[in-house]
């Protein structure tokens, strides 16, 4: 089973950076997908990043929202993917959460509790 905590969250103003962490408090998820997802209020879950092992190393994915300021990696000797944050902006606020892909079900079945983000103008 991969449980997932996110930590990392927190207040700070538009052009801060955040570093958000994912760990898996289960087994090892370093063959997983990881991503990372938000909710801002009033708003559905939206998709921000992905990271994928492949046999040339890492592929990565963003979305247009966030490309260029997010930047997704990962620690396998500490089972842990990153989300840096640069450039924030207010309309980044939103909970974030990771997520891990069963690769069975190729769905993302396993979801952290989130950390709440907030980007104050």
């Known amino acids: 089973q991969v449980q997932l905590v996110e930590s990392g969250g927190g207040l700070v103003q538009a052009g801060g950076s955040l570093r958000l962490s994912c760990t898996s408090s289960?087994?090892?998820?370093?063959?997983?997908?990881v991503g990372w997802f938000r909710q801002a209020p009033g708003k559905e879950r939206e998709f921000v990043s992905r990271?994928?092992?492949?046999?040339?190393?890492?592929?990565?994915y963003y979305a247009d929202s966030v490309k260029g300021r997010f930047t997704i990696s990962r620690d396998n000797a500490k089972n842990t993917v990153y989300l840096q944050m640069n450039s924030l902006k207010p309309e980044d606020t939103a909970v974030y959460y990771c997520?891990?892909?069963?690769?069975?079900?190729?769905?993302?079945?396993?979801w952290g509790q989130g950390t709440q983000v907030t980007v104050s103008s």
């Open positions: 289960g087994r090892t998820f370093s063959s997983n997908t």
């Open positions: 990271i994928t092992s492949s046999w040339s190393g890492p592929l990565t």
């Open positions: 997520a891990a892909l069963d690769a069975g079900s190729g769905r993302f079945d396993y």
